[in-house]
C-alpha cells in the first residue's frame, strides 16, 4: 500500500461533500505531476484530504477504490482521475502551520512542492501524521 495526500479548496470540494458523496472521482487535476502522481495510485491505496486555502490542514482519510482513467472533466482528454472512498475524519486536524513546524516533516512533498494537489507520502511521514492527528493507521 502507498500513501499519498490530495487537496482541494473546501468552498469547490470539501470533506464534507466527500463524506455525503461516499465514493467520489478525483477529477480537475492539471498538472502533469500530479497527473503522473494519480497514475501511480494504486486500488487500496490510502491519502489524506487536506483542506487548501480555507484551513490548510489534513481533515479526513481516503481509499483509491478505482486506479487511473481518463478524467471526463477534461476536453482534450490527456488527463486522469481516480474514484477516491471516504475513510473517516482525522479526529484532530494536522494544520500547515504544525506540518512546517515539525522538523521530522521538512521533506513532506507538501511542505517541499506546495502547489501540487497530489503528492506523495512516504510511510514513516504517514504514520507521524497519523500520530498527531490521533488517527488509528
Known amino acids: 500500500m502507498a500513501y499519498w495526500l490530495i487537496k482541494s479548496e473546501p468552498d469547490a470540494f470539501s470533506w464534507a461533500e466527500q463524506v455525503e458523496n461516499g465514493t467520489e472521482p478525483w477529477t480537475g487535476v492539471r498538472n502533469h505531476q500530479a497527473k503522473k502522481n494519480l497514475a501511480g495510485m494504486q486500488v487500496g491505496d490510502r491519502a489524506f484530504f487536506y483542506h487548501s486555502n480555507v484551513g490548510r490542514e489534513i481533515v479526513g482519510v ?15 482528454g490527456r488527463w486522469v482521475c481516480v474514484d477516491v472512498r471516504a475513510i473517516g475524519p482525522m479526529p484532530r486536524a494536522v494544520t500547515l502551520a504544525e506540518i512546517k ?3 521530522a516533516l521538512a521533506d513532506l512533498a507538501l511542505v517541499r512542492q506546495s502547489r501540487l494537489s497530489v503528492v506523495p507520502v512516504s510511510d514513516a511521514h504517514w504514520a507521524h501524521l497519523c500520530c498527531m492527528g490521533g488517527w488509528n493507521s
Open 62 to 76: 481516503v481509499e483509491v477504490v478505482r486506479e487511473a482513467y481518463p478524467d471526463p472533466t477534461a476536453e482534450d
Open 101 to 103: 513546524a515539525d522538523p
